[in-house]
């Protein structure tokens, strides 16, 4: 398995483990991803989802020629399945982040309650390099979180930032050292489970309600100028030189 399930005390455990693609998501991950969530969502024993890679890689992306395998981005696309899955998810979802954390593997972040990072950690979202546009609602939540002209330097340039700038942005809730990151996140995430799970739940949908209509509508278009991008020369292009490095 390349994503690790384990539950205790009210908290479901996702550990991405693919330390050989440095964590790279494949269709497979993200059924299993997919799964995991939508299993939790559905039982009562599970109250908070915690999401980790390893000690020095969150996730480096989607696995590249395995997504571009995938077909059509339609609604049977493990990718387009599982961010669906994601930005609706009920239950608080708590993120550990150490080491490389690209392109979904910040974006998804977007969709999580609780971030906690290492100083350290490397943000980016290269997706103009790539000769494609923003994925997971990221053209809108991020800038409404850290204001436009620094969504616009992170999505257009594509620059990289670390753990003590997520924080100053609001990305990440709070820093911690390697050793004592998941400690932390699962601390948090217990403290999220001993709590009532229906006010918790409740008080989730009420901070999200307000734009939730508009991520579905966001995600869905940017999925289909993905798309469209993916077919585009420049984009062809780029991927070429990615994959001759």
């Known amino acids: 398995m390349s994503v690790i399930a ?3 005390q009210g908290v479901l455990t996702l550990t991405l483990a693919r330390p050989e693609k440095k964590n790279a998501l494949s269709a497979t991950m993200y059924q299993q991803l997919s799964s995991a969530l939508q299993q939790a969502s559905s039982d009562d024993n599970i109250r908070v989802v915690l999401l980790t890679g390893s000690d020095n890689c969150f996730c480096a992306g989607n696995d590249l020629a395995d997504f571009l395998a995938g077909g059509s981005l339609n609604h ?3 990718t387009v399945q599982f961010l669906h899955i994601l930005s609706q998810f009920d239950k608080p979802l708590v993120a550990a982040v150490a ?3 690209i392109g979904i593997g910040t974006t998804a972040l977007l969709h999580c309650d609780l971030v906690y990072a290492t100083a ?3 943000f980016q979202l290269p997706f103009t390099a790539l000769g494609l546009c923003p994925e997971a609602a990221s053209s809108l939540l991020l800038p409404r979180l850290i204001g436009y002209q620094r969504a616009a330097q992170y999505l257009l340039l594509g620059e990289a930032f670390n753990g003590e700038q997520a924080l100053q ?3 990440v809730n709070q820093l ?3 050793d004592t990151l998941l400690a932390l996140a699962q601390q948090k995430a217990q403290q999220l489970a001993a709590l ?3 006010a918790v739940q409740q008080s989730k949908r009420l901070l999200k309600q307000p734009m939730q ?4 509508h966001v995600l869905h278009q940017e999925l289909a100028e993905f798309e469209q991008l993916l077919h585009s020369d420049d984009c062809k292009a780029a991927l070429n030189r990615f994959f001759s490095r």
Do not use: K, Y
């Open 213 to 216: 209509q508009q991520v579905q």
């Open 196 to 198: 009532p799970a229906q």
């Open 120 to 122: 350290d950690a490397r």
């Open 176 to 178: 911690a050292t390697a």
């Open 76 to 78: 049977e696309h493990p």
């Open 6 to 8: 384990v539950a205790e």
């Open 169 to 171: 942005m609001g990305l």
């Open 99 to 101: 080491g490389l954390a």
